[in-house]
């Protein structure tokens, strides 16, 4: 079993950076690929970025690409998603998701094929 716990939302104006944070604890990440996805109120959750854990192979959906970094964090276990040049419409609740990959592939971006899940936290980005 993979616990994950996001951190880090919160509420910030358009053109402004955010960091969010997930922390994960249950079992190493080593073998796993990480990835970020978002739900905007009436929507369906949606890919957002990954990483693989083993080889730091990355993956970003096309709206977040150029504005989003995700990493891992020199402590282990957590992983990062640096938001940049933030917009109204990238307000959603993020939630990290833990998807196994001992290969080292590039991470999915089905949503369907991620294990595990964080409780989510709201990044709200004003206009």
């Known amino acids: 079993q993979v616990q994950l716990v996001e951190s880090g939302g919160g509420l910030v104006q358009a053109g402004g950076s955010l960091r969010v944070s997930c922390a994960a604890s249950?079992?190493?990440?080593?073998?796993?690929?990480m990835a970020w996805f978002r739900q905007a109120p009436g929507k369906e959750r949606e890919f957002v970025a990954a990483?693989?854990?083993?080889?730091?192979?990355?993956r970003y959906a096309d709206s977040v690409k150029g504005r989003f970094t995700i990493s891992k964090g020199n402590a282990k276990n957590t992983v990062y998603l640096q938001m940049n040049d933030l917009k109204p419409e990238d307000t959603a609740i993020y939630y990290c998701?833990?998807?196994?990959?001992?290969?080292?592939?590039?991470?999915?971006?089905?949503?369907?094929?991620?294990?595990?899940w964080g409780q989510g936290t709201q990044v709200t980005v004003s206009s």
């Open positions: 990483i693989a854990w083993s080889s730091s192979s990355t």
């Open positions: 249950g079992r190493s990440l080593s073998s796993y690929a």
């Open positions: 998701a833990a998807d196994w990959n001992d290969q080292g592939t590039i991470p999915t971006m089905m949503l369907d094929l991620y294990d595990y």
